[in-house]
């Protein structure tokens, strides 16, 4: 574990909004049938929480469930307790066919905090930034990378995209959030 | 002399002076000036050169539509050539320079060009430069580039920022006049969420230069308590110095800021280039004004009325002290009017109308302007300036009547409302006859995605020319956006302006009338482009009828403007020469941009480091340290190979390869694809996926499978490893991965859905690291922790276990032929297990490896590779790879498409070893030729070689290559010619160059 690095060391941008490579973070890819009572009953006891409508957030206490697809969800935990989460989640699953990986290692993490932040990410994603509203994720691109985003607070956002990008998301989101680059009243 | 007066200009602040450089010299202008009224409050009226015949040009309006005063701004890393100078504002040190000239403005030899001119007529390129073949090359072009082209191309990267910035609205207003603001309060209003936009810093546009009066009072007060209401709601952007630059499908629009250009000592990005989505457009971009074709109409001191009117009333700039103003509506009476009040001179108004004006030109002549009616310019007189008129009869062909003495010309030919955005997306117009202009026709939108309107001209942009009818109608084409959008605006009172009493505007597309061919040489139609009245005359008489045509044959509106001054001029003259209606004749495609906007604003944010995304692997600071050579393979950079101090590439590759096949090499494999298929229908699925049978792979194995598309031919290989009875983990190419995963997906939801089958790209979740050579197994056994024996781990198997304290799966495969271990490792921990593996191997003095020592390293194999033994038209079969296509199977992906006839033909190209008989390399894609000729007279192909390489082991050059007929021409040799004469001859062998007994991997 002690071996384990994210891609950029934590690397940091202090411009009108603050960029930052988050910690490892643990992440699980869910597949499963939403309708499905065996899958709906595991996401809650294992994750602590419902299956979260569509586009949106869910919360439990150690994890956060995002909605990916009709039948993909990405958990959100803490680094060391993905492998367990999993083993958990794939045994009590049984039969039912569903998927259940770890993919903490495959992306990178970054976080946006400031009062503009919204204005930082309306630079690289053709998303409705005046309209988003806490609780949703948005699974969209960056520029020319895929990636998804959401808010944990007004004034903070996370945003993953997969780890060999992650240089690249920095310096996008760095360049956008340069002091004197301030949209303003839109 | 065109210079400053002493008070008026609402734009500028006289306590504020700039400094600018104009062709090296140090001018004087106000803050608020434009470029073009700094050079003209400087009797700067000479601007350019033109582009054809390098006449002398000046300014001619001022705004977008300007088609002469294009200007090389700024220096070094930011220099822009073509800016117009109407609408650049000044700032201080402001650098411009004039274009198309040489040697300098005021004496160009190009000029000679004009005396030319009857030998230089419309399509003369066309004509001239067809013969002979050769001269074109050799000396046309040379000569055309030369001296034609207007401003030069920058030499430096450019300096500045740009960005883009997505936002979405219910309704956005382009253009920040009277109509734009009201209807933008009317949309308000009902509550929708608005941007405004207008091109220039200022709101306002033509009311309030004209002094419209509206509810009483000036349109200015009306303007201010209209932008501060506007402001002061939260449903409301404004815009100012950003423009409508393109209208798109889908309520896509593009908004164009110009964020510091104004000044350059502003931090953030010169241009923001707004990606809009928007339920709703309207189109409040007014009219613009068009030239009369009369003789001379293009010498500097010939304006547009507005363009008069507009430099004294906003930068308080005199275009001369005697100004003539020719007409056929009562519009430019304004200017007369105006330039009257300002205590200039106003010597005469030719109005081409035999009735004359309304309310204006009474108000004219009471100011005791004398006024013609029925007269026109017969010609300009004055070479560098104006200098004089001639006065002739609008109904005759010329005859001088008398000359004055003039330094300026103001014309009006009428007005064209600005339709570009509402055309972009198909917005169709009438000819209104009783205007004489193009304007929207509302029962022909543009139309969204919903078949609905959506975008909706207003004001003078729909073609109402009066103060009154503007605001009218401002408020009702906005009310019918508002129920457009299913919303309801509350009852507000629209704002009112007295009626104008106006005399009808008489269409006149050449002054005079009978103007004979001489006038007519001398008559502009398009500036820019330096194309006549003769010039479409003669377009027509060569059979061109179509406008479109006509266009391209003339040049006519192809300049940077666009036509905008010169297309309804230019398809009225052609309508007349073709004696067929106006609306017959039709209008050319507007197209956007509206005006030209900047390349890198379309470019944004992407450059330098963020050009392009490059993907990085755990490892890959190693491989920067490591003084790694990089080539892209998809957007990954891997290393090529890892030259040494002093070696070359091939020298590297060379030790590469032999210390790999010696002891020890390591190859960063973290780019490969890895997909999880899983689920009770997985075997199903895979057997479909690939050509062999993978279902009855036994958990814990491996096989190299082959996938092909739909038409049969190879799209991708890669090995198979079961990991558990419903799952498999599929390896990719590396430029496969997304695209493999997305194959399947597609197959699962289009055709399969009812499969139980999942799928998940973990493609960067491991690090992969090959272990090669024969002390593979030494290395990873002292990192110890798994049983990685041959009794334990056969090849072609696989196990989860730990090396040295790392997760880790290890396979045994080989791409090489050497004792091979491929050991995945969560990514996070990859550069660290990188840097164990080379300490572990020090001691076997381990050497890292590129993509170039991979690649001879199977070519020596006879191991194909994706994309050099395919290429999109290649199936397994060519490539004898028949024993990876299952017979037992009664489908999979392509299996039908490799049944039909030409696929199945004992003549398509079959991959065979080839062997140089002097040792030498084949050169890569040569060709091998066969005996007689084609069709064509070209030498019969007979094969071609994939892949060629030098191969260190052997010491030779060896190569694949699919020849006809190949694997039954063991032994036979076959010529390669090489580029530079010569050829080589080639040995048709097996394949494999390397232990076909395959006993080094199996160790």
């Excluded at chain 2, 390489?949 to 010619?977: K, N, Q, W």
Aim: glycine share 10%; charged share 20%; with cysteine.
């Amino acid at each position: 574990m002690s071996n384990a690095v994210t891609a950029l060391n934590g690397a940091k941008s202090t411009g009108y909004v603050t960029v930052k490579e988050a910690p490892l973070t643990g992440m699980i890819t869910l597949r499963g049938t939403f309708a499905s009572k065996g899958f709906a009953k595991m996401v809650k006891s294992v994750f602590g929480t419902d299956i979260p409508e569509q586009r949106k957030v869910s919360k439990g206490p150690e994890a956060t469930v995002l909605w990916m697809s009709p039948d993909e969800l990405m958990v959100v935990c803490d680094y060391a307790a993905a492998q367990d989460l999993v083993a958990k989640a794939t045994a009590q699953l049984g039969d039912e066919h569903a998927l259940v990986v770890n993919v903490s290692d495959a992306r990178a993490v970054f976080t946006l905090s400031g009062a503009q932040l919204r204005e930082v990410i309306a630079k690289e994603a053709p998303v409705d930034m005046s309209q988003f509203e806490m609780g949703e994720v948005r699974r969209t691109r960056f520029a020319q990378i895929a990636a998804a985003f959401w808010l944990e607070a007004e004034d903070h956002a996370r945003i993953i995209c997969f780890r060999s990008f992650a240089e690249y998301m920095f310096n996008l989101l760095k360049n956008a959030s340069q002091p004197g680059y301030e949209v303003g009243g839109w | 002399m065109s210079t400053r007066i002493q008070t008026g200009g609402r734009l500028i602040d006289r306590t504020k002076s700039v400094t600018f450089k104009f062709n090296g010299r140090k001018l004087q202008g106000y803050a608020g000036d434009t470029l073009a009224s700094a050079l003209l409050a400087n009797d700067q009226m000479l601007v350019g050169r033109s582009f054809k015949y390098h006449r002398p040009r000046g300014v001619v309006a001022s705004g977008a539509e300007e088609p002469n005063a294009l200007v090389n701004m700024g220096e070094g890393a930011f220099f822009e050539p073509n800016q117009r100078a109407t609408t650049t504002e000044v700032f201080d040190g402001l650098t411009a320079t004039s274009q198309n000239h040489w040697p300098t403005l005021e004496f160009d030899v190009g000029a000679i060009n004009t005396y030319l001119s009857r030998f230089l007529p419309a399509g003369f390129y066309y004509k001239m430069f067809m013969y002979p073949r050769a001269f074109w090359k050799h000396v046309y072009e040379p000569f055309i580039r030369q001296s034609a082209g207007l401003g030069k191309a920058p030499k430096q990267k450019d300096g500045s920022d740009y960005e883009h910035f997505y936002a979405f609205y219910d309704v956005v207003v382009i253009g920040g006049g009277i109509a734009g603001l009201q209807a933008a309060k009317t949309a308000a209003a009902a509550g929708a969420k608005v941007l405004v936009m207008e091109q220039t810093a200022d709101w306002g546009g033509r009311a309030v230069v004209d002094g419209a009066e509206i509810d009483g009072a000036s349109a200015d007060a009306f303007v201010a308590a209209t932008v501060a209401e506007l402001q002061a709601m939260d449903n409301v952007t404004l815009k100012t110095r950003m423009m409508g630059a393109g209208v798109y499908d889908h309520g896509y629009l593009l908004g164009y800021e110009r964020v510091s250009d104004h000044d350059p000592s502003l931090a953030g990005p010169r241009h923001r280039l707004w990606r809009i989505r928007t339920a709703q457009i309207i189109s409040a971009t007014g009219a613009i004004e068009r030239p009369l074709s009369f003789a001379g109409n293009d010498i500097p001191g010939v304006l547009l009325a507005s363009a008069v009117r507009d430099y004294l009333v906003n930068w308080g700039v005199s275009i001369g002290e005697r100004t003539i103003v020719v007409t056929n509506n009562d519009d430019a009476y304004r200017t007369a009017i105006a330039l009257k009040q300002a205590g200039l001179s106003v010597p005469m108004i030719l109005d081409a109308r035999k009735s004359g004006g309304g309310a204006l030109a009474q108000q004219a002549r009471d100011m005791g302007i004398r006024v013609e009616n029925g007269k026109a310019i017969a010609k300009v007189h004055g070479g560098k300036r104006v200098t004089a008129v001639s006065i002739c009869d609008q109904a005759g062909e010329g005859v001088v009547l008398d000359t004055i003495g003039c330094d300026a010309v103001a014309m009006s030919g009428g007005w064209s409302p600005v339709v570009h955005l509402y055309s972009h997306c198909g917005g169709k117009l009438n000819w209104d006859a009783e205007q004489v202009m193009f304007r929207p026709d509302l029962t022909r939108m543009p139309t969204n995605q919903n078949g609905q309107g959506f975008v909706m001209p207003a004001g003078t942009a729909n073609g109402e020319m009066s103060t009154a009818a503007t605001l009218a109608d401002a408020t009702a084409r906005a009310l019918d956006v508002v129920a457009a959008l299913g919303k309801s605006a509350p009852t507000l009172t629209a704002p009112t302006a007295a009626s104008e009493d106006a005399a009808a505007i008489e269409p006149v597309w050449m002054m005079p009338q009978g103007a004979n061919i001489k006038l007519r040489m001398k008559s502009w139609l398009d500036y820019q482009n330096d194309v006549k009245v003769s010039d479409v005359q003669l377009a027509a008489r060569e059979g061109y009828e179509s406008v479109e045509h006509t266009k391209r044959y003339t040049t006519l509106g192809m300049a940077t403007d666009q036509g905008k001054l010169s297309n309804i001029n230019g398809l009225a003259t052609l309508s007349g020469a073709l004696n067929a209606d106006i609306p017959q004749v039709g209008t050319t495609t507007f197209r956007p941009p509206y005006t030209p906007i900047s390349l890198a604003s379309i470019a944004g944010s992407a450059r330098d480091e963020v050009f392009q995304p490059i993907r990085k692997t755990p490892m890959q600071d190693w491989h920067m340290a490591n003084g790694a050579d990089f080539e892209p393979v998809g957007h990954w950079r891997r290393p090529y190979c890892f030259p040494r101090a002093g070696e070359t590439k091939a020298q590297a590759v060379e030790r590469e390869i032999l210390q790999t096949r010696k002891s020890l090499g390591l190859l960063d494999a973290s780019t490969l694809g890895k997909i999880i298929v899983k689920g009770p229908d997985a075997g199903k699925f895979m057997d479909m996926l690939y050509t062999n049978m993978m279902s009855t792979l036994k958990v814990g194995k491996c096989r190299y499978g082959l996938m092909c598309s739909e038409n049969g031919f190879l799209s991708d290989d890669g090995v198979v490893a079961r990991i558990d009875e419903n799952t498999f983990l599929c390896h990719t190419t590396t430029g496969g991965a997304d695209r493999i995963h997305a194959h399947m997906e597609e197959w699962l939801q289009t055709e399969w859905w009812d499969w139980k089958v999942y799928t998940a790209n973990v493609t960067e979740q491991f690090a992969q690291v090959a272990v090669v050579g024969p002390n593979a197994r030494k290395v990873l056994e002292k990192l110890g922790g798994m049983d990685v024996s041959k009794e334990a781990l056969g090849f072609m198997e696989w196990a989860d276990g730990t090396l040295g304290g790392f997760d880790a799966r290890v396979y045994r495969i080989s791409f090489s032929g050497e004792l091979s271990y491929e050991i995945a490792v969560p990514a996070s921990q990859g550069r660290v297990f990188w840097d164990a593996l080379l300490a572990a191997g020090a001691e076997f003095n381990v050497m890292p490896y590129g993509t170039e020592a991979l690649h001879v390293m199977r070519a020596e194999k006879g191991f194909i590779m994706i994309g050099d033994e395919t290429d999109g038209t290649i199936i397994p079969q060519d490539l004898g790879l028949n024993w990876a296509i299952s017979k037992k199977k009664e489908d999979y992906i392509g299996k039908r498409a490799q049944e039909r006839t030409f696929m199945v033909d004992s003549k398509r190209w079959k991959l065979v070893g080839l062997e140089t008989t002097d040792g030498s390399v084949i050169p890569d894609g040569a060709y091998a030729v066969g005996e007689g000729v084609n069709a064509n007279g070209q030498r019969n192909m007979i094969g071609r070689v994939t892949s060629t390489y030098y191969s260190p082991t052997l010491g030779r050059g060896i190569a694949m290559g699919l020849v006809l007929d190949g694997p039954d021409r063991m032994g036979e040799t076959i010529e390669f010619p090489k580029v530079d004469g010569g050829s080589i001859t080639a040995k048709i062998v097996d394949q494999v160059f390397y232990d076909k007994e395959g006993t080094k991997q199996d160790v």
